[in-house]
């Protein structure tokens, strides 16, 4: 199994500056066939199911604002919020899907300071 | 407008089976994967499994293997998740999602709301 780590475990983050999630898997995600890293960021409010934010370690979901960006490749990625708003209170997970079983990081809370 | 409509879950004792049930709306069941994923109190998320358009290819995570049942009914627009021999460590809030696009092997796109499942005596 592909296991996910994330760093840190949680966060806290002052309104308007820049928060950052990594996420590392034990072996790569990147599938050469078709140029793309198996890899999603999921935004968990409290209280809610999962939301889609990045897929393909660098594509904004629609509607997700442009403060949320995806970076990475291979086994390091990382989640970048830049500018913190209140509303973005909440835990965020990464996952891969290029193997079976499809696993998720432990998730990162980030909080404000 | 999409919408996944959980239902099915509650308390079972140690052994006992459930079928979960996961309405569509706002789109064709039958033109998506999709998943089953779950969520224990207080805990992170567990991929569950996975049916992809079809419905032939189910895949299932170990710790359900043997014991839970992925399928969908594109007539009624409703995915299931069987669950047979159910254990404490099944206790969960159990997630269906709509994959983007028809691959299983694709990111969990739209999610239900959950549905409640406990286990116990």
């Known amino acids: 199994d592909i296991v996910m780590t994330q760093t840190p475990d949680s966060l806290a983050v002052s309104l308007g500056e820049r928060a950052t999630i990594n996420c590392k898997s034990s072996?790569?995600?990147?599938?050469?066939?078709?140029?793309?890293?198996?890899l999603t960021w999921y935004q968990q409010l409290p209280g809610q199911p999962p939301k889609l934010l990045i897929y393909?370690?660098?594509t904004r979901e629609s509607g997700v604002p442009d403060r949320f960006s995806g970076s990475g490749s291979g086994t390091d990625f990382t989640l970048t919020i830049s500018s913190l708003q209140a509303e973005d209170v909440a835990i965020y997970y990464c996952?891969?899907?290029?193997?079976?079983?499809?696993?998720f990081g432990p998730g990162t809370k980030v909080d404000i300071k | 407008e999409e919408q996944l409509l959980e239902s099915g879950g509650g308390l079972v004792q140690p052994g006992g089976s459930l079928r979960l049930s996961c309405a569509a709306s706002?789109?064709?069941?039958?033109?998506?994967?999709m998943s089953w994923v779950r969520q224990a109190p207080g805990k992170g998320l567990e991929w569950v499994s996975s049916?992809?358009?079809?419905?032939?290819?189910?895949h299932y995570a170990e710790s359900v293997k043997g014991r839970f049942t992925i399928s969908r009914d594109n007539s009624k627009n409703t995915l299931y998740l069987y669950m047979n021999s159910l254990r404490a460590d099944d206790t969960a809030v159990y997630y269906c999602?709509?994959?983007?696009?028809?691959?299983?092997?694709?990111?969990?796109?739209?999610w239900g709301q959950g549905t409640l499942v406990t286990v116990s005596s």
């Open positions: 999602a709509k994959n983007l696009g028809t691959g299983c092997y694709a990111t969990h796109g739209y």
């Open positions: 706002g789109f064709i069941l039958s033109s998506y994967a």
């Open positions: 049916i992809c358009v079809g419905g032939d290819t189910t």
């Open positions: 072996q790569s995600v990147f599938y050469s066939s078709n140029n793309r890293n198996y």
């Open positions: 393909w370690a660098t």
């Open positions: 996952q891969q899907h290029y193997s079976i079983p499809f696993t």
